[in-house]
């Protein structure tokens, strides 16, 4: 089982940038897709950006697309999520997740593995 840890989040002003991290244990990182998601207060997980296992594909969520950027080291075993323009709706915990299959993946169901979260504030 991988495991995740998240790290990069913090208070930032709107408008401003931040880079979440994820480090993965275990072998074989570019066997599995990878994905970050969010959850803010009160509402549900959504899905922010997905990456493939060789890092060629990625996806992203409407309201991120052109703000966010996911990337991935797999020589690091890490994958980064790249976030401009910040805005205050932006505000929420970032979960980085890891799927069993190399593919770009956007189902949360899809994932079985899961990091503890980072906080991202963004003040308006």
């Known amino acids: 089982q991988v495991q995740l840890v998240e790290s990069g989040g913090g208070l930032v002003q709107a408008g401003g940038s931040l880079r979440l991290s994820c480090a993965a244990s275990?072998?074989?990182?570019?066997?599995?897709?990878m994905g970050w998601f969010r959850q803010a207060p009160g509402k549900g997980r959504e899905f922010v950006a997905a990456i493939s296992g060789s890092g060629s594909g990625t996806y992203y969520t409407g309201s991120v697309k052109g703000r966010f950027t996911i990337s991935r080291d797999n020589a690091k075993n890490t994958v980064y999520l790249g976030m401009n323009s910040l805005k205050p709706e932006d505000t929420a915990v970032y979960y980085c997740?890891?799927?069993?299959?190399?593919?770009?993946?956007?189902?949360?169901?899809?994932?079985?593995?899961w990091g503890q979260g980072t906080q991202v504030t963004v003040s308006s």
């Open positions: 275990g072998r074989a990182f570019s066997a599995n897709g």
């Open positions: 997740a890891a799927a069993p299959t190399p593919g770009v993946v956007t189902g949360s169901n899809e994932y079985n593995a």
